[in-house]
């Protein structure tokens, strides 16, 4: 049994853990694959990986590689490499094994967690591999197969792990020193490549701690796991359960699809995805008058949340408070939030989509216009951010870094560049989101955002999401305006007609595509390189 860190006020994500593994020990901590561990089942397989991390670990270990999907391997994996003092590199098999090996070269990792789905992925992501791995499969008896096929590689299988159960039983991992990692997160790259976000544990412990003060989760509350652990968003349902004794629940392939009935089976009452899952859920079904009465929390992130979806799921999970998050991945997980209020927000909405609100207590928020100077009240630029939750920068990357992490006059902390178009809130207003400062469209001296244009078109067609791009790309710009309508048919005349009744010339489409389904990256969001990417074949 670990030491109980000194409590405080709040407490960082291990020091939380572990206080709970002390005063929770017997309560659940996970739910997934259809099976419960309580914190000390959880704190014993952690400690079992952090022992092997131990033996095996170099001078050059850095980051622990987790090549593992909604499984108890994957999230024991994470806590080992923490407890080991290490930071983690989440792995993900849903997607291809050439971006895989690219963020495991990358990151450096020598040592990986596997579990037994992701195994099946394991001999063509090896197979592009120079350098020597340790891989730990504690699924496996038998590693002897892959030991002959890859004799370059180690292999730790559910025979040597045995070997350490009794050891880790006893494991105080308050007295190892740790390293300042947390984690590395791969984003897209404009070049291609994934962009690695080194993150840090006083990052993490500031968002966590800023979380702590402002949701009353306890010991009894059941937390939601949509998220890909290669999406930040996990990090929050993760370890805002585990500071607080409370169960993090982790849908199965099949209540991903049926996430209604995930909520109601698992007794959730902290809810957490971006909105694209509630409207889906919308768009199926499942969000209906006091559907949800067990949720406390329901909190969105990661994209623009409708006004019109909120108002349907307060209407659906009545006792619940909603909240919208926004933050990128460089800022750890959120830095800004609103609280939904059904008789203040259609006023303080911006094209029809909730306010981001305000930075949380300890970040600082500026909205400058492109010669980084800070804009009046009431116009638009884009949010640079700065606090303890900013990321060191990019991994092995300091040409990216120093074109997103910048000084401005007058001050000396480094402030990081969304390229997110926000309002500059006057005096006792909320923050409102416009759009990405590079989706803005330029086309014949006119800056447009697409936003304004989307809108129009969720309100016209009933779809539930809309995109407009620029097109063709020209020197000057774009030479015009294509929208994408999610919906299966799509009277584009009568559409065109209301569209020119709300909007100036200049903003109206030339071109109105209807698609069943909008293309989502694997972290749900509507993927606009897709939608673009239709353009470029037809051209």
């Known amino acids: 049994m670990p030491t109980d860190p000194a409590h405080t006020t709040t407490l960082g994500m291990i020091d939380g853990f572990l206080h709970s593994c002390v005063h929770h020990p017997s309560r659940p901590a996970l739910e997934v694959d259809g099976a419960s561990f309580t914190y000390t089942d959880l704190l014993e397989r952690a400690a079992v990986f952090a022992l092997t991390i131990l033996k095996h670990k170099n001078d050059d270990t850095h980051y622990i590689g987790v090549f593992a999907h909604?499984?108890?391997t994957a999230f024991a994996g994470v806590l080992g490499a923490l407890l080991s003092g290490h930071g983690y590199v989440p792995l993900n098999m849903t997607y291809p094994v050439d971006r895989t090996r690219i963020m495991l070269n990358h990151?450096?990792?020598?040592?990986?967690?596997?579990?037994e789905r992701s195994e099946t992925q394991l001999s063509e992501l090896l197979a592009g591999i120079d350098r020597s791995l340790l891989l730990v499969l504690p699924h496996k008896d038998d590693t002897s197969d892959l030991r002959s096929q890859f004799p370059k590689h180690s292999f730790v299988g559910a025979l040597e792990l045995d070997e350490v159960h009794d050891t880790a039983k006893?494991?105080?991992?308050?007295?190892?020193?740790?390293r300042p990692e947390a984690y590395v997160l791969y984003t897209s790259?404009?070049?291609?490549?994934?962009?690695?976000?080194?993150?840090?544990?006083?990052?993490?412990?500031?968002?966590?701690?800023?979380?702590?003060?402002?949701?009353?989760?306890?010991?009894?509350?059941r937390l939601s796991q949509c998220f890909d652990m290669t999406f930040d968003l996990s990090v929050f349902d993760m370890f805002m359960a585990w500071t607080h004794g409370a169960c993090l629940c982790c849908p199965t392939a099949k209540e991903v699809v049926a996430p209604g009935k995930f909520v109601r089976d698992a007794g959730l009452t902290v809810w957490f995805s971006v909105p694209s899952v509630a409207t889906f859920m919308q768009q199926f079904g499942m969000v209906k008058p006091d559907r949800y009465p067990l949720l406390r929390w329901s909190l969105f992130c990661g994209e623009a949340l409708p006004v019109a979806l909120s108002q349907v799921w307060q209407k659906a999970?009545?006792?619940?408070?909603?909240?919208?998050?926004?933050?990128?991945?460089?800022?750890?997980?959120?830095?800004?939030?609103?609280?939904?209020?059904?008789?203040?927000?259609?006023?303080?909405?911006?094209?029809?989509?909730?306010?981001?609100?305000?930075?949380?207590?300890?970040?600082?928020a500026i909205v400058v216009d492109?010669?980084?100077?800070?804009?009046?009240?009431?116009?638009?630029?884009?949010?640079?951010?700065?606090?303890?939750?900013?990321?060191?920068?990019?991994?092995?990357?300091?040409?990216?870094?120093?074109?997103?992490?910048?000084?401005?006059s007058g001050r000396s902390e480094t402030f990081y560049r969304t390229g997110d178009l926000v309002r500059n809130p006057a005096a006792g207003k909320p923050m409102t989101f416009l759009g990405r400062v590079d989706n803005q469209i330029k086309m014949r001296g006119f800056r447009i955002e697409p936003g304004e244009i989307e809108v129009v078109l969720i309100d016209e067609?009933?779809?539930?999401?809309?995109?407009?791009?620029?097109?063709?790309?020209t020197p000057n710009g774009a030479g015009g305006i294509v929208a994408f309508v999610e919906t299966d048919a799509l009277d584009v005349a009568s559409l065109d007609e209301r569209v020119k009744l709300r909007l100036p010339p200049y903003m109206v489409p030339r071109e109105y595509r209807s698609l069943a389904k909008f293309p989502r990256n694997a972290n749900g969001k509507v993927d606009r390189k897709a939608?673009?990417?239709?353009?470029?074949?037809?051209?």
Not at 170 to 178: A, G, K, M, Q, V
């Open 189 to 221: 790259g404009s070049t291609g490549a994934p962009k690695g976000v080194s993150l840090t544990r006083a990052n993490v412990d500031a968002f966590v701690s800023a979380a702590q003060l402002r949701y009353n989760i306890t010991h009894e509350d």
């Open 107 to 115: 990151s450096g990792c020598s040592i990986v967690i596997v579990d």
């Open 70 to 72: 909604r499984s108890a």
């Open 461 to 473: 067609t009933g779809a539930p999401t809309a995109v407009a791009v620029g097109w063709p790309i």
């Open 531 to 539: 939608l673009i990417a239709t353009l470029e074949n037809k051209a």
């Open 317 to 364: 999970a009545p006792n619940s408070v909603i909240e919208n998050l926004y933050g990128p991945t460089e800022l750890t997980i959120a830095c800004t939030v609103y609280r939904f209020d059904e008789n203040k927000t259609p006023d303080e909405a911006e094209l029809g989509t909730v306010p981001i609100g305000e930075p949380f207590h300890n970040m600082e």
């Open 370 to 408: 492109e010669h980084m100077k800070p804009v009046a009240p009431g116009e638009a630029g884009e949010l640079i951010c700065t606090g303890p939750q900013l990321a060191t920068g990019y991994l092995h990357d300091p040409e990216k870094t120093s074109a997103a992490f910048v000084r401005i």
């Open 170 to 178: 006893s494991f105080d991992p308050t007295l190892i020193p740790h």
